[in-house]
Structure formats: structure tokens, C-alpha cells
């Protein structure tokens, strides 16, 4: 389930830059696209994480179809909560399964929207 991102409100959505101070390893260097930030917590993603797996790689590891312009295309890693699970971040307004972050940028998770954007090459 994708937390439905807030589209008013100072803080709904916003970037969080770490300082250089920052001690926690977990966020030290990160910027952190928050979604979420209400009364029942904070959700965001690390976006400035490249990892060294290419959509291609990992397409292949998953036994999914990768379109030619995404190929050499690099995962990052979002966490570090919920590292397990994939969040894709994605400018394709015909995916059905999304949530509108800011206009012209969505989040999307599960196989279905993952299969629908590396076939068509978003």
C-alpha cells in the first residue's frame, strides 16, 4: 500500500537535506524526499543513493523484460526503513497503480507498475 502523499500543506511534499554533522550513518550525506509527515509518522525516500546494479541487472535477477532505454538506468537505494521493498519513483502518468507526488512525478509500488514502466521504457 502506497500512503496517500498530501498535496497541501507546508509539508507535504518537501526534500530533507541532511547537514554535514549529521552522525546517523544511516542518513549522513542523504537527501530524503519526504511523502508523508502527519500525526501518524514520516515516510521518505533516500533518493541520492546509487547503488552499482543497473535496471538491466536487475531486471535479469528478477526474470523481468528491461526496454533498451533503460538499460545502463541505476537502482538506488531508498531506505533505510523498509529496505526490502521497492519504491519507484517515475514520471509516466499512464501507469494505473500510483500516487502524485508533485505534478509530473509519481510513486508507485508492486510488480504490476514495475513491468508496465520497464516495458515501456519510463
Known sequence: MIPRVKETGSHH?????????MGDPNFSKTVVLILQHD????????????????????????????????????????????????????ADAAVEEKQIVVPGLY??????ALEDLMERGS
Do not use: Y
Open 107 to 112: 510513486v508507485s509500488t508492486g510488480t504490476v
Open 39 to 90: 500525526a501518524e509518522g514520516a515516510f521518505g525516500l533516500v533518493i541520492n543513493r546509487p547503488t552499482e546494479i543497473t535496471l538491466d541487472k536487475f531486471a535479469e535477477s528478477q526474470e523481468l523484460f528491461c526496454h533498451g532505454d533503460l538499460v545502463e538506468e541505476v537502482v538506488f537505494r531508498g531506505g533505510p526503513v523498509q529496505a526490502e521493498r521497492g519504491w519507484i519513483l517515475h
Open 13 to 21: 511534499p518537501m526534500l530533507l537535506i541532511a547537514v554535514p554533522q
